[in-house]
T-cell receptor, first 116, second 115 residues
């Protein structure tokens, strides 16, 4: 069975601080995809990034960056110079084959609170 | 842009009532999903559907059923609502084309309170 662990339940930072959200996964599959989603207070999950198991290059998008390390089964997410609008719950997820179809296994989420 | 809509943002029902949660997507996606989200438990998959009239159980199907009569619409049914089904319900859809790599797109969620 696959598993995604987000050990940090809640993180509080002050605006402009850098913050890293951890994600550790377990899978026996050799081909898999990892995702990060953001859930602002409005409730809708917003897709942020997808990474496949063969691409370990780090990715940067503006203030967001992702560090994928297969050796430690981790896919961590860093926000540089955090802003109040970054306050949200962030979910890491792993795709798996389920009855021949693709489903996602989600971590329990990390709530990020950014105060002014 | 992908658009997934859910019929209600907030819903209050009484124990024993039959409850219908509706989800519609406009991207011609083959796959549709229902999750529930509870504090400390993350998102858990209830049911998913990969085609019209087809359905598969997720991790927590007990107490729920689903219906997919049209490709764009996926309904979650609580046959007899109970207080432990008070939760946030999220619908999602994805294309089947890319298999494991396909991104799921989510609706805004329905907060259901069962009294």
């Amino acid at each position: 069975a696959q598993k995604v662990t987000q050990a940090q339940t809640e993180i509080s930072v002050v605006e402009k601080e850098d913050v890293t959200l951890d994600c550790v996964y377990e899978t026996r599959d050799t081909t898999y995809y990892l995702f990060w989603y953001k859930q602002p207070p409005s409730g809708e999950l917003v897709f942020l990034i997808r990474r496949n198991s063969f691409d370990e290059q780090n990715e940067i998008s503006g203030r967001y960056s992702w560090n994928f390390q297969k050796s430690t089964s981790s896919f961590n997410f860093t926000i540089t110079a955090s802003q109040v609008v970054d306050s949200a719950v962030y979910f890491c997820a792993l795709s798996e084959a389920n009855s021949g179809y693709s489903t996602l296994t989600f971590g329990k989420g990390t709530m990020l609170l950014v105060s002014p | 842009d992908v658009k997934v809509t859910q019929s209600s943002r907030y819903l209050v029902k009484r124990t024993g009532e039959k409850v219908f949660l509706e989800c519609v997507q406009d991207m011609d996606h083959e796959n549709m999903f229902w999750y529930r989200q509870d504090p400390g438990l993350g998102l858990r998959l209830i049911y998913f559907s990969y085609d019209v009239k087809m359905k598969e159980k997720g991790d927590i199907p007990e107490g729920y059923s689903v219906s997919r009569e049209k490709k764009e619409r996926f309904s979650l049914i609580l046959e007899s609502a109970s207080t432990n089904q008070t939760s946030m319900y999220l619908c999602a859809s994805s294309s089947e084309t890319g298999g494991l790599m396909e991104t799921q797109y989510f609706g805004p969620g329905t907060r259901l309170l069962v009294l």
